[in-house]
């Protein structure tokens, strides 16, 4: 099971039903919208889709819409754009004109009071550049150190200038409207510079939607500014994206895998969500297969920690959207089967807190750990409880069971888990039951295995973890009167009044009779214990067990008619049970 989460970016070479359906059935965990192309109506159209495709395939997918931002832009340019020679003088102007040679507008009127002579200057994400030599007035006169041809509509940016620019624009508030029409799971808020910043979005999605439905905000980092904040945003996010595109732009390339690490490391001791995003697969938005730096690159982000991996052009407009997710998911179950101890090494890291949740949602991985669980299960109302044990990476799967389909959805960017739906309880024990019964359903744990329950008991404080439980995944048969030290594992025999041949009892067999009998002494000797329906002090069964020394839990009455002929069992004698399957006790 892949435990790192895989974003795809829906666009025109994606967004048929067709396919929606082959990206979930081959990985996509979210699907991310870019609110700065298309149109709403199209974007509309895309959340059904992938709503009913999700549904078709039987598996949740988040939505990410991701709002544009105060992206500075150059504005319409004559025909197919003009050509920028090195060398030569361009003016950038506020003024409301068509873009020829010579003259470039720019859609930012308060662009001349943001530079000064000698800043650079970048158009069309990096591959052009221009040095200011003055600012007149509304004219910006620059000179073209690297050229190439510009377009209309072309991405600015101004490496560590500080713009003033509102971090929410009116486009970005009706988009956030659409969002929450949409029951959008999480939005992602682009060019943060504070945390203030991110909280005026928590505001406005607080003033806009009800409590119950409220989507999660992701911080996206991609200005100096952010970095130079990364605490103070990571604080007030519920999840960071590494936009490595426009932070290499506006900082330098050589500085984003040293800030990618840096952010991911804050992000993993914090507990929140980080996506590491741009350029992964990038040369596959035109070739069948990646580069072995792209490779690399997938394989290092996870390394690193990374919660999830994010697919843009690659997904969104290139020639093989379903052939770049499914290299990245090879890429990362490769990274993942050899990889998993480091990345999980965090759990052996106990936390430094006085938050009982957070000590709670620690020891249960620790316990898992020592227990060889193989599992973690997180009944959950908020989602908190499965993003606290993710936090600590535990190396077996997290299953989170929530009653409300949104955070189910919203759970699907977590590293590590596994979200499913319950009914809503108010009883601890059939919290516990009802979270045990939907993860034996998922088939993601089996009959007889371990796992570590953690939670908050009914009727405790809303996001309060304060419970553990270690439970068998699997039903009592019997319980009876244990013979014996040590549990063992192995076939039933169930004995009628024909009695088999002594050498067809084999050394693994635990023989089932309602009561034992003289006759029966040969096949004991066989066998690796029994199961007696009468039993008593004195009795046969009773005798027959300490003369052999042979494991048994007898005296367990008509509960010998629940288990079938060849069925594998556990007998527990310390305490008296016998289990279906083999179990860890």
């Known amino acids: 099971m892949l435990r790192t989460k895989i974003v795809c970016t829906i666009g025109p070479a994606s967004r048929s039903p067709e396919l929606l359906r082959e990206l979930i059935a081959n990985g996509m965990n979210v699907a991310r919208l870019n609110f700065s192309h298309g149109t709403l109506d199209v974007h509309a159209e895309n959340v059904e889709r992938i709503s009913a495709a999700s549904a078709a395939v039987g598996r949740p997918v988040a939505i990410l819409m991701d709002l544009q931002g105060p992206k500075l832009r150059v504005g319409e340019i004559e025909g197919d754009g003009v050509a920028l020679t090195q060398g030569q003088e361009v003016v950038l102007t506020t003024r409301q004109i068509r873009g020829h040679q010579g003259e470039v507008p720019v859609q930012y009127p308060s662009l001349p009071q943001l530079v000064e002579p000698g800043d650079r ?51 970005d508030r009706a988009d956030v409207d659409f969002a929450l029409a949409h029951q959008a799971d999480w939005i992602a808020l682009s060019f943060v510079r504070s945390g203030g910043e991110v909280l005026e979005l928590k505001e406005l999605i607080r003033h806009r939607c009800t ?54 490391s804050k992000c993993n001791r914090a507990g929140v969500p980080v996506i590491t995003a741009t350029q992964m697969l990038d ?33 969104a407009a290139g020639a093989y959207p379903l052939l770049s997710l499914q290299t990245m998911v090879r890429i990362a179950q490769r990274t993942e089967a050899e990889g998993l ?47 606290m044990v993710s936090k600590y990476r535990p190396p077996m799967p997290i299953i989170a069971v929530t009653p409300s389909p949104a955070v189910r959805r919203q759970l699907c960017l977590m590293w590590g888990v596994s979200p499913l739906l319950a009914k809503r309880t108010d009883n601890t024990d059939e919290m516990m039951t009802d979270a045990v019964s939907a993860a034996r359903a998922s088939g993601i744990v089996h009959p007889g295995e371990l796992v570590v329950l953690t939670a908050g008991a009914a009727g405790s404080a809303p996001m309060s973890t304060n419970l553990i439980r270690v439970h068998v995944m699997e039903r009592i048969l019997a319980e009876g009167t244990g013979f014996g030290t040590h549990p063992i594992q192995g076939r039933a025999r169930v004995l009628g009044d024909l009695l088999p041949d002594a050498a067809d009892i084999h ?26 329906g009468a039993g008593g002090t004195g009795s046969h069964a009773t005798q027959l067990c300490a003369e052999l020394g042979l494991p048994a839990i007898i005296g367990v009455g008509d509960a010998v008619s629940a288990i079938k002929d060849n069925q594998t069992l556990t007998l527990d004698p310390q305490r008296g049970l016998v289990y279906e399957g083999s179990i860890r006790t």
């Open 211 to 264: 409590a119950s439905r409220l989507p999660r905000v992701v911080a996206k980092i991609e200005k100096p500014e952010a970095v130079e904040n990364i605490e103070a945003i990571i604080a007030a996010a519920d999840g960071i994206m590494v936009a490595r595109g426009d932070l290499g732009i506006e900082t330098s390339p050589e500085d984003v895998p040293l800030v990618q690490k840096m952010i991911i």
């Open 507 to 532: 050394s693994s067999d635990i023989l089932v009779v309602r009561q034992t009998t003289p006759e029966m002494i040969p096949l004991a000797e066989r066998a690796a214990g029994l199961v007696v």
């Open 341 to 387: 101890s480091s990345i999980s090494a965090p759990v052996a890291r106990p936390p430094v807190t006085r938050d009982i949740a957070e000590a709670v949602s620690h020891a249960a991985c620790e316990t898992a750990m020592h227990l060889g669980a193989a599992a973690i299960i997180t009944p959950t109302a908020s989602g908190q409880t499965a993003r």
């Open 283 to 315: 040369s596959m938005i035109r070739n069948p297969r990646p580069t072995r730096a792209e490779a690399s690159d997938v394989a290092n982000a996870i390394l690193d920690g990374t919660d999830a991996l994010m697919l843009s052009g690659e997904t």
């Open 121 to 171: 200057i970048l158009m069309d994400d990096g591959l052009l550049e221009v040095v200011v030599l003055s600012v007149e007035g509304g004219d910006i006169r620059t000179r073209v150190v690297t050229g190439g041809r510009l377009t209309s509509n072309k991405g600015l940016n101004l490496p560590r200038a500080h713009s003033s620019i509102p971090a929410i624009t009116n486009k």
